[in-house]
């Protein structure tokens, strides 16, 4: 929560009783919402008077491992670089309980999405028992190893193998919406009277939610029980329904300076300043460092999505030639892509951009190290997202753009889902994602 002053303010609340039932913590992403609404659940509990951060209490105990029965979080996000980073810090320094205490809450916060309490009645959660068993067994080893010395070489393979299951659970059991079971199940949660002093649900990216959960929360939103307390957390509040927002008290996160992320960076993960890479003005320096450690970086997939674009843009120009459309009437949305994308790729070494998807996808696949993990190719379709928009800002006026950005959504979510959902090889799914977006782009004209 470094260099984010709204805590004073929620401090403040706080120590005059003043909370309200339902807040909503609205930032950029990495600017520490999610910790300041978990540290929130920490000082409900605290047996101490006014909860210090330190503080040793059984309760605090519980929330720092985040274990604690009063508390339940959800909401879709990525965790692959959050958890490899933990690691990373972790074994720098395998006798520091700072460190070791990263690593699992880093572990913890995916597992949490896992609840019984959230899955009851699920079928899907019986097909990830097993890697979920395995998740768990494997923290409890690595607990009794750091309790002893001498262990350095089994420690790393143990948080190896957490890496692999985590990345596994996340790949096969993470959707990219917030289900209407799920808000039904923590709403009978939050009637049931806490073990402790006070209960909280934290709904992170809660903008992603169905619009039957949406319309399911209401209902505890109107009349929320006294002894528990909701958080929403949001990067996009404005994508929330209104009815929603106006029953939350709002705290706003802002986007951190350079100065306070490299102080993010060396007191959470033990890293200096130089682990920062150089990031874009629309990036904060923490989100920069975190994609240093996805399976695939995003500075390697951004000229790979260049490439993919740069090809669609050529396909779609050789399919509108051999409609008999002259070049000097080819779209403007497609000569802006062409023109920003292209350069960009071949600057990479990536080559020049090609018409044939088979060409493209191989080409695409290579470059990316093969979609080895479902983190790789989900960053790269919001990676396609974000290079889509900087090639179209020359043309932003035209209202073809909002209609490009449809399409690309429409088929990035059928592609993530035929990967994530129905195990599809992501060499297929590239395919038919070319294939379509070369297609309807081309009836756009």
């Known amino acids: 929560m470094i260099g984010q002053p709204v805590t004073a303010r929620l401090q403040a609340d706080m120590a005059h009783n003043v909370l309200a039932p339902a807040m909503l913590f609205a930032g950029p992403h990495a600017s520490g919402k999610g910790t300041a609404a978990l540290e929130m659940g920490r000082a409900f509990s605290c047996e101490t008077e006014n909860a210090p951060w330190n503080c040793r209490c059984v309760n605090c105990m519980h929330h720092r491992l985040l274990s604690h029965d009063d508390l339940i979080v959800m909401g879709p996000r990525p965790f692959s670089a959050e958890i490899a980073a933990a690691r990373a810090a972790f074994l720098r320094d395998t006798a520091s309980a700072s460190s070791k205490t990263l690593f699992v809450r880093s572990v913890r916060k995916l597992l949490m999405r896992f609840s019984p309490v959230l899955w009851t009645d699920d079928s899907k959660i019986s097909k990830l028992n097993g890697i979920l068993e395995s998740i768990n067994e494997t923290m409890e080893e690595l607990d009794l190893l750091c309790s002893a010395e001498g262990n350095a070489e089994k420690i790393t393979k143990i948080c190896d193998s957490v890496i692999k299951h985590t990345l596994k659970l996340e790949a096969e059991g993470m959707t990219d919406t917030i289900p209407v079971s799920h808000i039904r199940s923590a709403a009978y949660w939050l009637r049931i009277a806490p073990s402790g002093k006070r209960k909280l649900l934290v709904i992170e990216n809660a903008d992603r939610m169905q619009d039957a959960a949406r319309n399911s929360l209401l209902k505890i939103l109107e009349e929320p029980p006294g002894t528990c307390a909701i958080i929403f957390c949001s990067s996009k509040p404005e994508a929330l329904l209104e009815t929603i927002v106006s029953r939350l008290r709002p705290y706003i996160f802002a986007r951190r300076g350079e100065e306070a992320d490299t102080e993010v960076v060396r007191r959470v993960f033990k890293d200096s300043k130089d682990a920062i890479p150089a990031h874009s003005k629309a990036e904060s320096g923490i989100t920069a460092y975190l994609d240093t450690f996805l399976p695939v970086p995003k500075h390697v997939l951004y000229p790979v999505s260049a490439l993919f674009w740069a090809s669609i843009a050529f396909g779609i120009t ?11 009437e080819l779209p ?4 802006a892509i062409g023109r920003h994308c292209a350069p960009i790729a071949e600057a990479a070494g990536l080559g020049k951009a090609s018409p044939n998807i088979k060409s493209l996808c191989a080409a695409v696949l290579a470059a990316a190290g093969g979609f080895d ?9 919001g990676m396609l997202c974000s290079t889509l928009s900087e090639a179209l800002i020359p043309i932003q006026t035209d209202p073809v753009c909002a209609a490009y950005r449809r399409v690309l959504s429409k088929y990035a979510g059928k592609a993530r889902t035929a990967v994530d959902t129905f195990n599809q090889t992501s060499s297929l799914a590239l395919e038919n ?3 379509f977006l ?3 782009l081309a009836i756009l004209w």
């Open 433 to 435: 994602l070319s294939s």
């Open 318 to 328: 050789m399919a509108l030639r051999k409609k008999g459309v002259p070049d000097a």
């Open 438 to 440: 070369i297609h309807d």
């Open 373 to 381: 993990s479902r983190g790789a190719f989900t960053v790269f379709l």
């Open 332 to 335: 403007p949305a497609v000569m």
